[in-house]
């Protein structure tokens, strides 16, 4: 199980590297929002799915569009700006698809594919099928109107729905207890009915965790359930450059996050 993990994790670190690498020669025609540092929640989340059940996802989608299996090729054409990319070239970095592969699409606007997650839950509950749908956002689409009232249409429904929120504590350049009076996203779902927990930077636990709810929902348990996944972006909100020099942020902040790199964690029991 750890070669697999370890093979996920380790492809989608050294494609957006690659993707860093390229970017200054303006090769590239769209903006790019990295998720290195992140990664352990898409492939925690997508290793506990099968092929028949789907994500939504935000702008910062490249790890969840590869953990899920979409087609790396169609994807890196899309960045490019060709008519063989994902969405003809015309999407760019924060609109990727792979309908074959369960990826139904992300979007630029923050929130915006969370209300389109649980429409197909609804859709999936009405025709009986025990498919499972995740929804992928940031801490920042909390703050939309929006997150709540899907999340509450998902609860009224008891649909087969799991929210995941990556908290990287930062909404562009604002911090979350900045934006919002205290740290508090799961209690907002459990307010809505909904069971919430949040998950360290772990891909194991992580994984451990969502293959439980997923099982849980498969069996006709009422929906949904909600994980706060903690994690942080290494790099820049939009770009492939670091930004520590702005001062919203420190290294010293974010040190504690590079030593718990998930990818060398795996690669260190593949060691084992």
Known sequence: MYHKFYRSLYRIRRVEEEIA????????????????????ISVGVCEALRPDDVIFGSYRSHAMYLAKGGDLNRMIAELYGKATGTAKGKGGSMHLIDTSAGVMGTSAVVGTTIPQAVGYAYALKLQHRDSVVVSFFGDGAVDEGVFYESLNFAALKSLPIIFICENNSYAIHTHQLRRQPSANICERSTALGIPAE????????????????VQTLRSGAAGPRFFECMTYRWK???????????????????????????????ARMLDC
């Open 236 to 266: 820049e909100h939009v770009g492939p450059n670091d930004d520590f020099h702005l001062g919203y942020r420190t290294l010293e902040e974010a040190a504690p996050w590079f030593a718990n790199d998930q990818v060398k964690k795996l």
């Open 21 to 40: 690498r390229v970017y200054p020669t303006d090769k590239i025609k769209s903006p790019v929002h990295l998720s290195t540092g992140q990664e352990a």
């Open 198 to 213: 949040r998950i360290k930077d772990d891909v194991l636990a992580l994984y451990q965790r969502v293959s439980a709810a």
